[in-house]
């Protein structure tokens, strides 16, 4: 069977663009690496209700779509005028194959994170991954949670973990809010998302917890206790003043008791599959790739199509924006004027949150040299230092091919723009001819391969 279209991720975008396609009259194949349908902003309990904001868009997978849950593809291959999918499916990773005329990539993000001095300490969890924890399992990272790093994400995060019965002392935000000022015009049309940080800021407000500007947690702290062998436990963390440059100023440091920190810099677009396929990328304001798109959310790539956070990190109202507007463009359909000026106004917010939020190049100070860069590989900061003034390695994949840095299991997710800021270079796109771990007999007769 060969679908009309193959849609990637069944998050906002994703979900948009297989509804919108399938009332067109389009055959969709809808692929996810989840075993439910919502992506990680509508992530609920496997027996949960859908959250209220997802349910119209899961009720649009009507008869025209074929939705394929734990399905992770890891290569897209042209086969003469159609697409071939593989995948790792289902709990026993079998292999599979999807064909399609056209593919749609909704790929998502995942968590950008900058390491300091006690990082790897259990108890230390990303801040989306400290949501996630919370809307799939009920289960918070400790009953008393500071929430550090930059970028809205936080302000919902903290108000999820307080609302559920955490307490948050404080959330410190790297970045400093007035940068929104510069960015007036797009804060003037999109009037929706003041109020939304307002709502955040009166429930910070309600719960008693503390809001640090320019702030950042730069050193975790915990004692040995529990086994024979000990083990470590978040216990409180270090909070600095930063300059405008992220450097932490001297004699501002003070801690901050608590049992878990959630900590995250905000969204790096998820782009594997669309750099495998030799889609064209570009920067954001953040200094970020993501998947260049045209108009009509076309890639440089013909016959593939993205939407959603791959194309720049914007939340879910803009992902479900972009999802309608390629799903139109893939039945041949010009896409209403109004939905263009939603896509534009949005994506002008995007663009002023990318820029107030982007990493000062100061934050390498917050590192000393016994800082596990690389913590698949235990790569120490200063064995990346040594590879850049004594080695000569001036650029990322030198760092690597030197230290081994992004050469474990995540292949460079939790690590990679560390590196590449502590090599001096801005992150490149991921390049990989896989997505995803696969099992060798996926690769050795793949199905549909001759």
Known sequence: MTADLAVVGAGPAGLAAAGTAARLGLSVTLLDAGERAGGQIFRHPAHGPVPRAARDLVRGLTGGVRHLPLHQVWTVL?????????????????????????????????????????????????????????????????????????????????????????????????????????????????????????????????????????????????????????????????????????????GTGRRIPCDALAVGHGLV???????????????????????????????????????????????????????????????GRRPPAALVRRRARLRAFAGAMAAAHRPGPGWTGWLDGATEVCRCEEVTADRIREAVTDLGAHDTRTVKLLTRAGMGWCQGRMCGQAVARLAGEDPAPDRRPLSCPVPLSHLAQPPGAD
């Open 78 to 250: 042209r086969d003469g005028d159609t697409w071939l999918l593989h995948c790792v499916a289902g709990p026993d990773d079998r292999a599979a194959t999807v064909r399609a005329r056209g593919v749609l990539l909704a790929t998502g993000a995942y968590e950008r994170q900058l390491p300091f001095p006690g990082w790897t300490l259990p108890g230390v969890v990303g801040a989306g991954g400290a949501q996630a924890m919370l809307k799939s399992g009920g289960v918070l990272p400790g009953r008393r949670v500071v929430v550090a790093g930059s970028g809205p994400l936080l302000l919902a995060v903290a108000t999820t973990l307080a609302a559920a019965g955490a307490r948050v002392p404080a959330v410190v935000e790297a970045a400093d809010y007035t940068a929104y000022a510069r960015e007036a015009a797009a804060l003037a049309r999109n009037p929706g998302k003041l109020v939304e940080g307002a709502r955040h800021g009166a429930a910070l407000l309600r719960h008693s917890t503390r809001l640090l500007s320019r702030h950042a947690v730069t050193a975790v702290h915990g004692t040995a206790h529990g086994t024979a062998h000990g083990t470590a436990r978040v216990e409180a963390v270090t909070v600095a003043r930063l300059d405008r440059d992220w450097r932490p100023v001297q």
């Open 269 to 331: 677009p998820q782009l594997e599959l669309a750099t495998g396929l030799g889609c064209a990328t570009r920067r954001t304001a953040d200094a970020t790739p993501a998947v260049d798109v045209d108009a009509e959310q076309r890639t440089s790539v013909p016959g593939v199509w993205a939407a959603g956070e791959a194309c720049g990190v914007g939340g879910a109202e803009l992902a479900r924006t972009e999802g309608e507007i390629a799903a139109l463009s893939v039945a």
